[in-house]
């Protein structure tokens, strides 16, 4: 058995099913509008030859455009769910950490590693690099 290619496979994943969810209709009429504009400025000027994130190729301002938009698009909201995951784990180990101290065992504090995704989605969404002194 081949493994797939990981980008190609959180593509086909993960981004497309983002995309289905929160990519709203004025997003798309606003792309339209943009990649319309690219080729009717860039289309005859511009030879583009690129691959997209599962390999296909991209030979066109329009295809360019369009994945570049959508990728744009949608890494806020899959930069938010893979976080999501961190605050869940930093919760449920503050939470056993927690129980096993009270029946005397010494456990760490762990919770302290996780604090940093104690954020809001809005901001899990919005910042792009983390660190814990905020």
Request: proline share 2%; aromatic share 8%; net charge positive.
């Amino acid at each position: 058995m081949q493994a797939k290619d990981p980008i190609a496979a959180w593509h086909e994943r993960i981004t497309v099913e983002v995309l289905n969810r929160h990519y709203t209709d004025a997003q798309r009429q606003r792309e339209e509008v943009e990649v319309a504009l690219g080729e009717a400025t860039m289309g005859a000027r511009v030879m583009v030859r690129h691959v997209d994130e599962t390999g296909a190729l991209l030979s066109s301002v329009t295809d360019a455009m369009r994945a570049t938009r959508r990728a744009a698009a949608a890494r806020p909201w899959e930069r938010m769910y893979v976080l999501q995951l961190g605050r869940f784990l930093g919760a449920v180990l503050g939470q056993l950490g927690l129980l096993a101290r009270r029946h005397g065992m010494a456990v760490p504090e762990l919770r302290e590693f996780f604090a940093v995704f104690n954020q809001d989605d809005a901001t899990l969404r919005r910042l792009r690099v983390w660190t814990i002194s905020y």
